[in-house]
């Protein structure tokens, strides 16, 4: 196995938006070293569809490589209409999905926190967004995004069969559920575990599972069960009665996204993606904005790049050991919002519009 180093940082910044809000991370990177003498040492390549441009695929094995050796991976965006016609095999999303799986980062930490200054940004009632402070925990390496078999075959009527597979075993539930249940003990200590176990028996089993791993080992938490679709209701009805959202792969991609809407903006998430640690402590983690390359305001330094941003924030906290960088600069973006600065996609009345780089830099301009 390939050591990781411990303070390499590789960024993809990949498509669409995802250069332009790397950027404002690396700037921020190169402030911690230039002001804080610490000593990441930053690599850039190309993943995704700018990838598949060049060299015919969305990764090549030396970015591959790459990543695998880095402790910190800061992934921009990937994919964009561009890219539509690709072969399956070729997309770049599968550039994401190859580093998740081999690099076996299979927590997907995806907090939604509502800023007060934006609690008017959100499409929901403010009285029903306002103090909301939620963290998915989502199983990433698993369930129907990597189940086999797969694929489009003929059949004998001349129709064609897609098929996906959703499956779970014992020790992907648990290895989850586990992460969940040691950050809620660091929160309001509450769990709800979302499946499909009326329709799916792989959800029965993730019930299953969960429930007896909590009574083996962490009774002290306070955990329910909800079906998936309700939760997608609940998170509309009444979101601050959650605290930890754990879920499956498929059902936590589209939790997640709107989860997102209760706090304002996409542009806003961060998100980690961790790996299990080995012997020395060390981890393998993936870092990116949950919102997605956004091809449609890409190049006109629009983009908000809190997200990006923020998901460093979770870097220097998770796999670092940076805690108090990590509220610095976490503080750092509050206080940018506190002077009146807003992206295009948060902009409301009375306040200063900035472009991409101008809310970087005041980001920056705060952690002196
Ligand atoms: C996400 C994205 C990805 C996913 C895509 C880009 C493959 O939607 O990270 O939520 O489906 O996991
Ligand atoms: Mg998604």
């Known amino acids: 196995m390939i050591k990781v180093k411990k303070r390499k940082v590789l960024l993809l910044p ?16 190169n402030w911690f070293n230039d002001k804080k003498s610490l000593d990441f040492e930053i690599d850039e390549d190309l993943v995704g569809g700018s990838s598949f441009d060049k060299h015919g695929t969305p990764l ?15 992934l921009g965006a990937v994919g964009g209409p561009k890219w539509d016609g690709v072969e399956f095999s070729k997309k770049p999303e599968r550039a994401l999905l190859k580093l998740r799986k081999e690099l076996k980062l299979f927590a997907n930490l995806r907090p939604a926190i509502c800023f007060e200054q ?31 078999p797969r694929g ?12 996906n597979t959703h499956t779970y075993t014992s020790s ?6 586990r992460i969940a249940f040691d950050l809620a003990r660091k929160r309001s200590n509450r769990v709800i575990s979302c499946e499909k176990s009326n329709v799916m028996e792989a959800g029965q089993l993730w019930k299953e599972e969960v429930q007896s791993l909590h009574d083996k080992e962490y009774k002290d938490v306070e955990l329910s069960h909800m079906l998936a679709d ?23 991609d589209m939790l997640s996204d709107e989860a997102s809407m209760l706090t304002g903006s996409l542009g806003l998430l961060p998100s980690a993606s961790l790996g299990a640690k080995n012997k020395d402590g060390e ?7 949950i919102h997605g390359s956004a091809p449609d305001i890409a190049g006109k330094g629009v983009a908000n790049p809190i997200a990006s941003i923020l998901s460093f924030a979770m870097a220097l906290r998770y796999s670092l050991d940076l805690d108090k960088e990590a509220e610095a600069l976490e503080k750092a973006v509050q206080e940018a919002l506190n002077d009146g600065l807003r992206t295009k996609d948060i902009m409301s009345d009375k306040m200063k519009e900035v472009s991409t780089s101008q809310m970087g830099d005041a980001i920056i301009s705060k952690l002196q």
Request: charged share 25%; glycine share 10%; with cysteine.
């Open 152 to 163: 489009i075959k003929p059949i004998e009527n001349g129709e064609r069969k897609g098929v």
């Open 230 to 252: 309700n939760c997608a209701m609940q998170l509309v009805r009444n979101p601050k009665q959650f605290d930890v959202i754990l879920t499956d792969n498929l059902f936590g």
């Open 172 to 177: 992907e539930i648990i290895r989850v559920a």
């Open 283 to 289: 981890m393998r983690a993936m870092y990116e904005p």
């Open 118 to 148: 934006l609690v008017n940004a959100s499409t929901l009632k403010p009285e029903i967004v306002s103090g909301l402070d939620i963290l998915i925990v989502r199983e990433l390496t698993g369930g129907v995004y990597f189940g086999e």
């Open 60 to 74: 090549t094995d030396e970015v591959f490589y790459k990543a695998l050796e880095s402790a910190v991976i800061m």
């Open 14 to 29: 990949g498509d669409g938006i995802g250069p332009e809000v790397t950027t404002e991370v690396k700037k921020v990177i």
